[in-house]
C-alpha cells in the first residue's frame, strides 16, 4: 500500500538520509555473505590516504562514480562485494602528522574515525565489515609475509646503489615519485638530489615484458595503459662493438645503428668501468678532477641535463664499426651507468644532444641521413669530401636531422636505403664480424622499496656478521613497529628506528648470534600493490588471503581510480600479483580484470588549493543540500573519465530534479493515473535504453540528463508542471525512474520506493528493460526533397512503403508548389528518414 500523500511532505534530504542510513545498517543491507553468493561481482574503489583533515571533493567524486557502478550492477542482479579500508601508513600521514606536530600513531587513528563518518555520509555501499587498514598489525604481517617470499624467491635485494633523495621528505624516492624533470612529487617545488645507500630493491625489470605484454589484453582505459608501456620504455635497437686499445671493449646500445657511419666520437659515464684504463697519463689530471666534480652532483639534475654540455676527452680512440676509423672517447655528465651500458656514440648530425656536444668541443658533424628517396645532404669532414658530386640534390636540411623518414647516405653500400630498412642491414652486416647484436632495451628500473622514515612497516630481515641478511621466520611475523616518541627523520639518510639499539638488536634466527634488524621501513606503495587480496579474507588471522575466497571473489571485477596511479600503485600491483601466481600462491596473474580512470574536479575554472581559497568541502555541501543533491552534482558535472568544473551556482538545479521526482512519486500514490498515452511510454523506454548504455559506460553525466528529459515530458503528459488539480501518475511511468537513479541518489531511491508501497531495499529490485518497439517514436521526421533539393519537412507515420510517403509529400502544399504540377519522373526514397521527387 502506497503512503497517504497527504502524509507525504516536501523533500527532505537530511531526514530521509538520516533513515536509510540506519536502515541500511541494521538490516545489513550492504554485507555480502561471501561463501553464498551465486554471482560474485568484486567493485573496487582505490582506497584513501587518512593524511588530512577529512575527505575532499576529490575523493568523493572518485568514491561516488564507482560507487554508482557497483549499485548498477547489484541492481543488473550481481552479488556486489564493495569494500573499502584506509592506506594509512607511509609518507603522507606521516607528513600531515609532522605539520600539525603531532605523533602519526595517534593522530591517524583519529583521522580515520573522521574519514569513515565522512564515506557513511556520502552514502557509499561499503561492507564494513572487511574494511583494511595497512597500520593493522594483522595486516602487515602479510605485508612483512609478502616481502619475505620475494627474497627467498631472488627478487629482493639489498645494494648500494644511487637513489633518489628528497631533502623535504628525507627519505628515498623511487623513480616514479621524481616528477617534472627532477622534483619531488609531495613537494613540487622541491628538487630530487642524489644520494648513495644501501637500499633494498624488488627485481620488477624481470618482468617487464610481461608487465608490458599483458597491456594488449587488458580491459583498461586507453590513457592508463599507454602511461604504463610508455614507463616500461621498451626500445628495439642494436649493441655495437667499438674496439679499444685495451682488452676490453666498449659497448654501446643504441636505437639507430642506421647512423653508425656518422659516429664521430663515443662518450662514457665518468663512472665507467674502462675510465681509468683507458685515459692517458697526460690527461689523467683533468679526467680525475672532472669525475670528482660529477660524483658530488645529483643524478637526478643529471638526468635532465643541461643546455650547457661539460665532458673531458680521455686521450683514447675506439674504433668505429662501420668505418674502422678511430673515434675520441670522452666522458660526459650527460651520459649515465643506469642506462644501458653506460656509453654512447657520439652522432652530431642526428642527435640533438649530441649536436650541443660537438659544437661545444669543435667535434667533427658528419651527416648521414638525408631527405627524401635518394635524397643526399652534402656531409662534413673527410668522409664528405671523397663523396663524388651526384648531381642535383634536395635542399640541405637544418641539422640536426634526427627523423627518421630518411635515407642513407656517406654510408659506403648502404646510400640511398631508408632509415627503418637500414637498422636491419647495418645490424647484420656488423653481427658478421661480431660487432653488434640485435638488443630489446628498457626503462623500467628495480623498484627501491627503502624508506628511512618512521611510519611504514619494518622491513624483516635481520642483518648477521656470520649469515648475512636473514629474513624473519614467518612464526615471528609481524616485525610490530615500536611507538618511539623521537619519529622525525633527519638529514642523515638513516631512520629513526637506528636510534633504537634496544630495538634492533636481536639474536639471528638462523645462527643465533647477535644480529642487528633492518631498521628502514618498506615504501608505502608495498601496503597497496595487495590490499585487494585482503578484503575477502579480513577475518583470517592465519593467512593472508583464503584460497577459496580467492578464488571465488578475485581478480577484482572492475577497478576505479585516479590515473595518479598509473605507473606507482597499478604497475607494483601487477608485479606483485604476477611473483605470488608464479610462487602458485594466486590462480591468476592479473590483479584487475577492469579498470577505468575518472577524471579530476576543478573550481570554477582552476585546481582547487588552499591557497587559491577555492577548495570545496564535501561536508558543508552535504549539510546544506543533502549527500544525494551532491552525489548526482559530482556526477552531472561533465563525463567521469574527464571530470568537470564545480560552481557552486549549479548544485541547485539538482536538487529542483530531485524535487520533481518527489512531486511524480507523490502524485503516483494519488491513485490510478489511467492507462499511459503511448508517446509518454516511447520517452519512457527511450529514458531507459539511454540510461542504461550511459551508465555501463560511465557516462552519468548524460544519463542524468536523460531522466531530466524524461521527467520532464512527464510532468507535461499529466499537468504535474502546470500544477493542474487532480494530476496523476501510473506508477508503472515513474518506478523504472526511481530504480534508476538509485545508484545515484541511494537515499531518495529508497524513501521514494517505499512511499510507492514496495517492501524491502530498491537495490533488491531488477534494473528495468526497455521494449525496442516502444522505444521508437510512432512519429517521425520525414525530409522532403524535389529535384535534391530540401522543400519540405513532414511529421509522419514510422515504416511508411514509398508510395505512400509519396502520396503524403504530393498532399503538401509546400512542396507541391515546387512540383508545379509536373510529372514525377522517379522517387528515390530513404525509410523514415528521407524522400526525393525528381520531376
Not at 637500414?422 to 653481427?431: C, D, G, K, N
Request: charged share 25%; glycine share 8%.
Amino acid at each position: 500500500m502506497a503512503t497517504d500523500p497527504r502524509q507525504n511532505p516536501a523533500y527532505d534530504p537530511a531526514a530521509v538520509e538520516v533513515k536509510w542510513q540506519r536502515l541500511w545498517e541494521e538490516r545489513r543491507t550492504n554485507a555480502v555473505d561471501l561463501r553464498a553468493a551465486a554471482k560474485p561481482y568484486f567493485n573496487l574503489m582505490m582506497f584513501p590516504y587518512p593524511s588530512a583533515e577529512g575527505l575532499h571533493v576529490g575523493n568523493v567524486f572518485a568514491f561516488v562514480g564507482s560507487d554508482i557502478h557497483g549499485r548498477f550492477r547489484r541492481l543488473q542482479g550481481w552479488d556486489v562485494f564493495e569494500p573499502l579500508g584506509f592506506d594509512a601508513f607511509g609518507i603522507h600521514s606521516e607528513n600531515y602528522a609532522l605539520k600539525v606536530n603531532q605523533h602519526p600513531g595517534r593522530l591517524i587513528p583519529q583521522n580515520i574515525v573522521n574519514f569513515r563518518r565522512q564515506l557513511k555520509r556520502v552514502g557509499l555501499m561499503i561492507d564494513w565489515d572487511h574494511e583494511v587498514q595497512t597500520i593493522d598489525p594483522q595486516y602487515y604481517q602479510w605485508t612483512q609475509w609478502i616481502f619475505v617470499k620475494l627474497f627467498e624467491a631472488g627478487l629482493a635485494e639489498r645494494r648500494q646503489a644511487p637513489v633518489n633523495w628528497c631533502p623535504e621528505c628525507k627519505t628515498v624516492l623511487a623513480n616514479e615519485q621524481v616528477v617534472n624533470g627532477g622534483y619531488c612529487e609531495r613537494h613540487p617545488d622541491t628538487r630530487v638530489v642524489q644520494r648513495f645507500l644501501a637500499q633494498w630493491f624488488f627485481k620488477i625489470t624481470r618482468y617487464t615484458e610481461r608487465l608490458l605484454e599483458n597491456l594488449k589484453t587488458l580491459d583498461w582505459s586507453d590513457s592508463t595503459r599507454t602511461m604504463q608501456a610508455n614507463w616500461i620504455g621498451r626500445s628495439e635497437g642494436a649493441e655495437l662493438v667499438f674496439e679499444t686499445p685495451v682488452s676490453e671493449p666498449i659497448r654501446v646500445y643504441t636505437t639507430r645503428p642506421d647512423t653508425i657511419f656518422g659516429a664521430t666520437y663515443v662518450v662514457l659515464a665518468p663512472e665507467h668501468p674502462l675510465v681509468e684504463r683507458l685515459t692517458a697519463t697526460d690527461r689523467q689530471t683533468q679526467v680525475k678532477a672532472y669525475r670528482e666534480r660529477v660524483a658530488n652532483m645529483d643524478l637526478v639534475a643529471r638526468r635532465v641535463g643541461s643546455k650547457d654540455k661539460t665532458g673531458v676527452f680521455t686521450g683514447a680512440y675506439a674504433r668505429n664499426p662501420a668505418t674502422g676509423e678511430a673515434v675520441p672517447i670522452w666522458i660526459a655528465d650527460y651520459v649515465l651507468m643506469e642506462y644501458g651500458s653506460g656509453a654512447i656514440m657520439g652522432v652530431p648530425a642526428h642527435d640533438e644532444r649530441d649536436f650541443e656536444f660537438a659544437r661545444q668541443f669543435g667535434l667533427e658533424i658528419r651527416q648521414v641521413v638525408g631527405p627524401g628517396a635518394g635524397g643526399r645532404g652534402p656531409g662534413t669532414g673527410e668522409a664528405a669530401a671523397a663523396t663524388p658530386d651526384p648531381g642535383p640534390r634536395t635542399p640541405d636540411p637544418v641539422l640536426p636531422f634526427t627523423t627518421w623518414d630518411g635515407v642513407l647516405t656517406n654510408s659506403a653500400q648502404f646510400d640511398g636505403m631508408p632509415c627503418r630498412d637500414a637498422v636491419r642491414a647495418i645490424t647484420e652486416w656488423l653481427s658478421q664480424r661480431q660487432l653488434a647484436k640485435s638488443q630489446v632495451q628498457y626503462r623500467l628500473h628495480d623498484w627501491c622499496i627503502s624508506r628511512q622514515r618512521y611510519w611504514g612497516p619494518p622491513i624483516p630481515v635481520i642483518h648477521c656478521a656470520a649469515c648475512g641478511p636473514v629474513p624473519v621466520p614467518e612464526k615471528d611475523l609481524p616485525v610490530l613497529l615500536p611507538p618511539i616518541e623521537d619519529f622525525r627523520p633527519d638529514e642523515s639518510g638513516v631512520s629513526p628506528l637506528a636510534r633504537h639499539e634496544e630495538w634492533y638488536r636481536v639474536p639471528c634466527p638462523r645462527c643465533g648470534k647477535l644480529g642487528r634488524r633492518e631498521t628502514d621501513v618498506s615504501d608505502t606503495f608495498l601496503d597497496s600493490a595487495w590490499y585487494f587480496l585482503r578484503y575477502p579474507s579480513t577475518e583470517f588471522v592465519d593467512r593472508a588471503f583464503d584460497a577459496e575466497l580467492t578464488r571465488k571473489w578475485l581478480p577484482v571485477s572492475t577497478y576505479i581510480g585516479g590515473n595518479e596511479h598509473a605507473v606507482l600503485h597499478l604497475m607494483y600491483s601487477r608485479f606483485i600479483t604476477m611473483v605470488l601466481h608464479d610462487l602458485k600462491l594466486l590462480p591468476f596473474e592479473e590483479p584487475y580484470v577492469r579498470f577505468r580512470a575518472h577524471g579530476t574536479i576543478v573550481k570554477d575554472g582552476a585546481k582547487m588549493s588552499k591557497s587559491r581559497g577555492n577548495v570545496v568541502v564535501p561536508d558543508d555541501h552535504i549539510a546544506r543540500w543533502g549527500a544525494d543533491t551532491f552525489r548526482m552534482y559530482l556526477m552531472f558535472l561533465g563525463p567521469y573519465q574527464e571530470g568537470g568544473d564545480f560552481r557552486d551556482e549549479g548544485i541547485a538545479g539538482i536538487r529542483r530534479f530531485l524535487d520533481k521526482v518527489w512531486g511524480a512519486v507523490r502524485a503516483a500514490q494519488a491513485g490510478d493515473g489511467g492507462k499511459p498515452d503511448r508517446a509518454t511510454l516511447t520517452k519512457l523506454h527511450q529514458a531507459i535504453r539511454k540510461v542504461t548504455e550511459d551508465i555501463e559506460e560511465l557516462r552519468y553525466n548524460t544519463a542524468i540528463a536523460a531522466m531530466m528529459e524524461y521527467i520532464n515530458a512527464l510532468r507535461d503528459a499529466t499537468g504535474l508542471a502546470t500544477s493542474e488539480p487532480g494530476a496523476r501518475v501510473t506508477p508503472e511511468l515513474i518506478e523504472p525512474i526511481i530504480i534508476m537513479l538509485a545508484p545515484l541518489a541511494p537515499h531518495f531511491a529508497e524513501e521514494c520506493w517505499e512511499r510507492l508501497g514496495r517492501r524491502g531495499t530498491v537495490f533488491d529490485g531488477s534494473w528495468p528493460r526497455w521494449d525496442a518497439g516502444l522505444a521508437q517514436e510512432s512519429q517521425i521526421e520525414l525530409v522532403v526533397q524535389v529535384n535534391g533539393r530540401v522543400r519540405g519537412r513532414l511529421q509522419v507515420t514510422r515504416g511508411m512503403t514509398q508510395a505512400q510517403a509519396v502520396e503524403r509529400a504530393l498532399a503538401d502544399d509546400a512542396v507541391r508548389k515546387f512540383v508545379g504540377g509536373k510529372k514525377v519522373r522517379k522517387a528515390v526514397y530513404v525509410e523514415d528518414r528521407l524522400v526525393n521527387l525528381v520531376v
